[in-house]
């Protein structure tokens, strides 16, 4: 157990809908990542904030924000589901706003239908 | 940009045989190199990292050494069990700018007994 918590573990929603992942750092970590698995793209970063403020972007797309909040757990919104966003978000935090050593959640299962 | 490249898998062994899966990269500058493992329904976990020129990581007798030379990190084992069996990330932390990650493709094990 890493200590990074995701919920949920699984989401099923259809095309056009909007979600939000949620992710828990392990205690005392301020930065949380965002991550992407998909059979077609891989792995891929999405995302960073740090004690609350947005440290850098990857290939995240403009239908997709997050935002960390005062507690630090974040938050991940997809609008304008479509089917390709169909994937695995996991969620990754850190200590410090380096991501030389970060935990892994299990991640949420997305399925756009 | 930063790119990682990872050995096709699947990769099928018997139990007790030798494990390399090869991992090369490109980066600017001296980034830090790690593996990561994705057991069946996990969150990805450390493995290993080394973060400059001839380091060598270890850990559960996986070993990789860090060649700037060849800009290699190539996972060893010498002696498989059928739990290592998952899925293994080759990955980069820049080291300039925003620390981003850079996974590969991944390459998934299976040990057979």
């Known amino acids: 157990d890493s200590g990074v918590t995701q919920t949920p573990k699984h989401l099923i929603t259809a095309t056009g809908q909007r979600v939000t992942l949620r992710c828990s750092p392990r205690?005392?970590?301020?930065?949380v990542y965002w991550y992407q698995q998909s059979l077609d793209q891989g792995l891929q970063f999405l995302i960073q904030y740090y004690n609350g403020e947005e440290r850098a972007k990857g290939n995240i797309l403009e239908r997709f924000s997050a935002q960390q909040f005062p507690d630090l757990h974040s938050e991940l919104n997809l609008s304008s589901l479509e089917l390709g966003d169909s994937a695995l978000y996991f969620c990754?935090?850190?200590?410090?706003?380096?991501?030389?050593?970060?935990?892994f959640g299990p991640g949420t299962r997305l399925t756009v239908t | 940009g930063d790119s990682v490249t990872q050995m096709e898998g699947p990769v099928t062994l018997s139990e007790e045989a030798f494990l390399t899966i090869n991992c090369t990269y490109t980066a600017t500058g001296y980034p830090s190199l790690f593996w990561y493992v994705q057991y069946p329904g996990e969150g990805l976990q450390l493995l290993l990292k080394a973060t400059k020129a001839d380091d060598k990581g270890s850990n559960k007798g996986f070993e990789a050494t860090y060649r700037k030379e060849t800009t290699s990190f190539h996972l060893e084992k010498g002696s498989v069990q059928v739990s290592d069996s998952a899925v293994y990330f080759c990955?980069?932390?820049?080291?300039?700018?925003?620390?981003?990650?850079?996974f590969g493709t991944g390459t998934k094990l299976q040990v057979i007994p």
């Open positions: 990754a935090s850190s200590a410090s706003g380096s991501p030389l050593e970060q935990y």
């Open positions: 990955a980069l932390i820049s080291s300039g700018g925003y620390q981003k990650v850079t």
């Open positions: 205690s005392g970590d301020l930065s």
